[in-house]
């Protein structure tokens, strides 16, 4: 994008365009873009002689967000073009999703920028349609991702995803070769039991599931690995945020009391083992009938944006009950991918950018920490 010259103009200084672009707000990040980071470069180049100037401006997102960064650009484009004496402009667009902060207590899954637990309190609220949902909503905004199912005691990712009886391939006996599903690569926990496998014995062996399955899985290059967690906050939660590096967890909840103080306790949890809560989807928020559009707030109203404010986290979405949703889900295609264009798709694409979002804005601060750190 380029604008033609005026050479009659007054020539730009760049605190005046700093402080323009900050009157461009960023919704995924709640932030406007000098604090979401997305600002690469700004670069004035004067024509001393002719008195006028050209302003560059390079935007990289540094989460998945094609569906944004197009009307990000024009956004910029329209809020520098309207300064005095910026008679050229150039936008450049890119997309770089950097790797999680370091940590120096525990180690990063090889190849895998930012593992993300999607948890719950309580069974049966939507967590593993929530899961599947953010991870194809991430793939649809520009990721490479990877779901693992780490519900051990109940694992229906692969039901959910089509895979049907497909078991992984073993590499020299010891490294499996995830699965791929509508382009996301998969991994179950229910591949290391089969339906006989007692319900006792699963317990104790989750663990150990769990951490073979994070040591031994080839996942190459991925931006986003969702971890779909077992419902509740016992030893799978504790084995994962205290053996890998976590980017953070997503909390899934209906809006009905019950639900919400189970999902208190997984906030608390994630908490007390430095695992950054990056908000709450609340699920079932709402019934519309097919037949007739009437509006049910089967489970109660407003419980997500009560635990996210109570907690000074983010609300990230609202997904209504919807046929649709858990047809789809039913029959191996969540919905984001059997109808993308449908207002749920769009639902779970918002929410998984603003997951993405949370990520980039955490690893953001954390790197300007360290930075601090070492100045001193
Ligand atoms: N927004 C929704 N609208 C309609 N059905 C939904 C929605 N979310 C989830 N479901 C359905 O609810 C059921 C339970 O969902 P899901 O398996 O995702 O829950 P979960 O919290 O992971 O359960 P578990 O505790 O067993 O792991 C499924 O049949 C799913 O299709």
């Known amino acids: 994008m380029s604008v033609p010259s005026d050479s009659n103009s007054p020539r730009v200084d760049e605190a005046q365009l700093w402080k323009a672009l900050e009157g461009v707000y960023v919704e995924d990040f709640d932030a406007n873009i000098v604090e979401a980071g ?30 944004e960064i197009r009307n990000l650009a024009q956004a910029v484009w329209n809020t520098l073009y309207q300064l005095p004496g910026v008679e050229a402009l150039g936008v450049d667009l890119d997309m770089e999703i950097p790797h999680g902060p370091e940590n120096k207590e525990l180690p990063f899954l090889a190849g895998v920028k930012h593992v993300i637990a999607v948890a719950s309190g309580k ?20 990721a490479s991702v990877g779901i693992l199912d780490a519900d051990i005691y109940g694992p229906s990712i692969p039901h959910m995803l089509g895979l049907g009886d497909k078991r992984p391939e073993m590499v020299d006996g010891k490294i499996f070769k995830p699965l791929e599903a509508h382009g996301v690569k998969a991994m179950s926990m229910g591949f290391l039991v089969t339906e006989q496998t007692p319900m006792v014995w699963r317990g104790p062996m989750a663990s150990g599931a769990l951490q073979q399955i994070l040591t ?17 906050t016992g030893d799978i939660q504790l084995t994962l945020a205290q053996k890998i590096a976590l980017s953070g967890a997503v909390i899934v909840t209906t809006p009905q009391n019950i639900a919400l103080l189970d999902a208190q306790k997984g906030i608390e949890m994630f908490r007390k083992v430095d695992v950054p809560v990056l908000g709450v989807v609340e699920n079932m928020s709402t019934h519309i009938c097919s037949q007739c559009g009437h509006e049910e707030p089967i489970f109660g109203t407003g419980g997500g944006d009560r635990i996210a404010e109570g907690y000074e986290t983010r609300l990230l979405g609202q ?15 969540p919905v984001v991918v059997s109808n993308p264009s449908s207002e749920w798709a769009e639902s779970y694409r918002k929410v998984a950018r603003r997951v993405g979002a949370q990520v980039a804005m955490n690893s953001m601060a954390a790197s300007s920490l360290s ?3 070492t100045d001193e």
């Open 319 to 333: 997904l209504p009950l919807s046929l649709k949703i858990r047809d789809q889900a039913d029959k191996g295609k």
């Open 123 to 142: 069974g049966g609220v939507g967590k593993s349609t929530t899961a599947v949902n953010i991870a194809y909503g991430l793939a649809a905004e520009g």
């Open 38 to 67: 997305i600002i690469d470069q700004l670069r004035i180049d004067d024509d001393q002689e002719e008195e006028k100037s050209k302003i560059n401006v390079v935007l990289k997102m540094p989460y998945a967000g094609n569906s």
């Open 371 to 373: 930075l601090e750190i």
């Open 216 to 232: 031994q899985t080839d996942w190459g290059e991925l931006d986003y690995l969702i971890v779909d967690m077992p419902p509740g």
